[in-house]
């Protein structure tokens, strides 16, 4: 990420290497670029790549099916990950227990149920409830090459009295993550309706959406306010400002959270208000997110990459598919709208791996130009953006480059990106129990595969601990 690449000490660059900002891109590439006038020089590696490759420790290549990828995670960890996998894989059970947790967290038998949660999920998925419990697990993940994205887990509240203190909360994690956890925290994550009206949100949204070029060019829909709104949106930049600002000051970049359809528009439109103010000079200090599973994702990527390079600022993104699969089909329904993800995983998938290419094609043309965060727990995602990393000149360490996952979900890829020498990083959430559990369930309605672990998850957990109790070939019966 945002520190040195993932096979170095992640503490020797600090956190987010000034935004991305070190000058120099054939530094991180293999092909030379072009003079101004347009001659094309030899496609070979670059002096400052030859020399830098030179320098640089070989690390072995990404191979997330290794049998050494888990090598560094504690037996424990194990154990208690592919116990957890396996009973939340079979949904028969996992469901009513949800739903028990839900509704009646203090019944008969909905206490033992909360204490097994709090004695297994909670720490398999969050660091614990202090910042400092963080720090314990930053020090585990950078002997793994790993970094962390870290956010305080309460569920923070949209009513415009909350926004002053939820300003103020996440200016002082972001000081306390610069004081405290020295280069182990790459980004911190902003909800933007923590912050801002959720309802001036839609009423832009709907501003935006109702121009028929707003997939192609930017809409402001701030002409077509009303002076009340007009009010709420500058408070809401004023929140945004400020918190940026803090970020700049630390030198750790924020993600800007995505919400669903029928406020995204309005969040892409003060992310790129946000990047003309602070993604300057080479910085990337502030990242929007980017769900593919709507239809259109593409053409905004490109919309607004084409912005930055009109602009002269740094264009940076979150790239996910995306998690309000079950509200975005209810608000469809609810309001009779069109529904706005694409019909099939297999088109999501093709927008996500678009997404990916277009904004690493930018970066090797010109580094300072875009930044991107590969945020998947799909292999096969991940291995396309290493082997286009690869295709269009990018080293492994790429400052622009990163990659994410949740804490406790598909270690491997962690392990393996770090092990190759890529930028990484797992979110990791720390709060109450009280206040995290409630936050694990209601993601849970939105996406069961949170806690479900795929097939190759727990092959790969079964068969580490079969080859460190001596029995190698147990685990492929």
């Known amino acids: 990420g945002s520190g040195g690449g993932g096979g170095a000490p992640l503490s020797s660059q600090g956190c987010g290497g000034a935004f991305h900002s070190r000058q120099g891109v054939d530094k991180y590439t293999h092909q030379q670029r072009q003079q101004p006038g347009g001659q094309q020089l030899h496609t070979g590696p670059t002096e400052g790549a030859s020399a830098a490759s030179a320098e640089r420790p070989k690390v072995p290549a990404f191979d997330p099916t290794s049998s050494t990828v888990l090598s560094e995670v504690p037996t424990w960890e194990l154990v208690r990950g592919l116990t957890i996998f396996t009973l939340c894989s079979a949904h028969w059970l996992v469901d009513p227990v ?55 887990s309460i569920e923070e509240s949209e009513a415009a009295e909350a926004w002053g203190p939820n300003l103020q909360n996440k200016i002082r994690l972001i000081e306390r993550v610069h004081s405290e956890l020295d280069g182990m925290v790459s980004f911190i994550p902003v909800k933007i309706t923590a912050v ?21 060019t930017e809409v ?8 009340a709104s007009l009010a709420y949106l500058d408070q809401a930049e004023a929140n945004l400002g400020a918190m940026c600002a803090a970020a700049a000051a630390h030198g750790i970049p924020l993600l800007l959270d995505a919400e669903q359809s029928h406020r995204q528009h309005a969040i892409d439109h003060l992310a790129t208000r946000m990047m ?35 602009h002269g600022y740094c264009f940076a993104a979150k790239v996910v598919r995306g998690a309000y699969l079950v509200s975005e089909a209810k608000h469809a329904s609810d309001t009779g709208t069109p ?9 999501t998938d093709r927008a996500y791996d678009t997404a990916i290419n277009d904004v690493l094609v930018r970066i090797s043309e010109d580094e300072r130009a875009a930044a991107v965060m590969v945020a998947t727990h799909n292999t096969d995602s991940v ?3 290493v082997g286009a990393m690869e295709r269009v000149g990018l080293l492994p ?50 996406n069961r595969d949170l806690l479900g672990a795929t097939q190759r998850d727990r092959q790969l957990l079964l068969a580490e601990l079969c080859s460190r109790a001596g029995m190698p070939g147990l685990s492929s019966r």
Not at 220 to 227: A, K, N, T
Not at 339 to 347: M, S, V
Not at 401 to 417: E, K, P
């Open 98 to 152: 949800i739903q028990l947790l839900r509704h009646s967290p203090t019944s008969l038998l909905g206490r033992p149920l909360t204490a097994a949660a709090r004695a297994t999920v909670f720490p398999h998925f969050c660091a614990g409830e202090t910042l400092e419990e963080c720090r314990e697990v930053g020090v585990a993940y950078r002997r793994r090459g790993v970094q962390m994205l870290v956010d305080h």
């Open 196 to 216: 801002a009206s959720p309802q001036l949100l839609e009423e832009m949204n709907a501003l935006i959406i109702a121009d028929p070029s707003h997939l192609v």
């Open 220 to 227: 402001d829909p701030r002409l077509l306010l009303s002076p």
């Open 276 to 310: 003309r103010r602070f993604n300057t000079g080479g910085q990337a200090v502030v990242y929007n997110t980017y769900q593919m599973y709507m239809t259109g994702s593409n053409d905004r990527v490109r919309r607004d990459l084409a912005a930055a390079t009109q």
């Open 339 to 347: 529904h706005p993800l694409h019909p099939t995983k297999a088109d």
């Open 383 to 385: 291995a396309t953006a």
């Open 397 to 446: 360490d790429c400052p622009r480059v990163d990659f994410a996952q949740v804490m406790g979900m598909c270690d491997h890829l962690a392990a393996a990106l770090g092990k190759g020498g890529y930028n990484t990083s797992k979110l990791v959430l720390f709060g109450e129990f009280s206040e995290i559990f409630p936050w694990l369930l209601r993601r849970l309605d939105e």
